[in-house]
């Protein structure tokens, strides 16, 4: 079965940096993504990683050790437009033999003034 | 369209009653997957669909969901005889393929309260 962790929930400041970290346990890993939830709304796609090492997009960066099973997502110059729920979400093969993403539960990071 | 839509967005059930909920898909993408997002939570899987190939239906709560897709395209999801703890948002997503990154496109989701 699958095991990812993430913190619950985050507070931050306006203009600072933020780090979310998840861990995950899986086997037939095959990529982990990261998606950002607004209340009410649809997930989008922030990022993903395959392999080891830094991804950067913009304000938004992450990074993935599959060694270690552990990535995190970094959010910097953070604006109150970045107050969400960031979801982590881990592929790997299912019962059928297919990828499928399985999602940890969120961390709701609020941004403050 | 241009992104996944799906409908209704609102369903409101006596327990007992019959829902179906419907995904259209972004056109040409291979794959669509169904998931259930209790509030708080992260989205949870429930099935997933290869073209109209049903490939993986391992996270259906139970013989009251069933999932189909029969031409590949359009997707119904129908829970039968709605239990208080189906209650819950229903997102449909889809992607080009189990290749390349495989990101995920969601609808916006239909929220099911079951009363």
């Known amino acids: 079965g699958q095991n990812i962790d993430q913190p619950t929930e985050m507070t931050a400041t306006e203009g600072a940096i933020v780090q979310i970290n998840c861990t995950y346990q899986?086997?037939?890993?095959?990529?982990l993504f990261w998606y950002q939830q607004h209340a009410g709304e649809a997930p989008t796609f922030l990022s993903y990683?395959?392999?080891?090492g830094l991804e950067e997009k913009g304000r938004f960066s992450s990074f993935l050790s599959r060694s270690k099973g552990y990535s995190y997502l970094l959010l910097k110059e953070l604006q109150m437009k970045d107050s969400a729920s960031y979801l982590c979400?881990?592929?790997?093969?299912?019962?059928?033999?297919?990828?499928?993403?399985?999602f940890g539960r969120g961390t709701s990071l609020i941004v403050h003034p | 369209g241009a992104g996944v839509s799906q409908s209704p967005r609102y369903k409101v059930a006596k327990r007992g009653q019959d829902v179906a909920l419907r995904c259209d898909p972004i056109?040409?993408?291979?794959?669509l997957f169904w998931y259930q997002q209790a509030l708080g939570q992260g989205p949870e899987f429930l099935t997933y669909?290869?073209?109209?190939?049903?490939?993986?239906k391992s996270g259906l709560p139970s013989d009251r969901f069933f999932a189909e897709r029969p031409e590949g395209s359009v997707s119904t999801l129908k829970i039968q005889r709605t239990q208080q703890e189906d209650s819950a948002v229903y997102l449909c997503?889809?992607?080009?393929?189990?290749?390349?990154?495989?990101?995920?496109?969601f609808g916006e989701g239909s929220r099911l309260t079951v009363l």
């Open positions: 990683n395959v392999l080891d």
């Open positions: 056109s040409g993408h291979v794959s």
């Open positions: 997503a889809s992607s080009l393929g189990q290749g390349s990154t495989g990101e995920l496109f």
């Open positions: 669909f290869q073209n109209e190939a049903q490939l993986d």
């Open positions: 979400a881990v592929r790997s093969q299912g019962a059928g033999g297919s990828y499928i993403p399985t």
């Open positions: 899986t086997s037939g890993f095959n990529g």
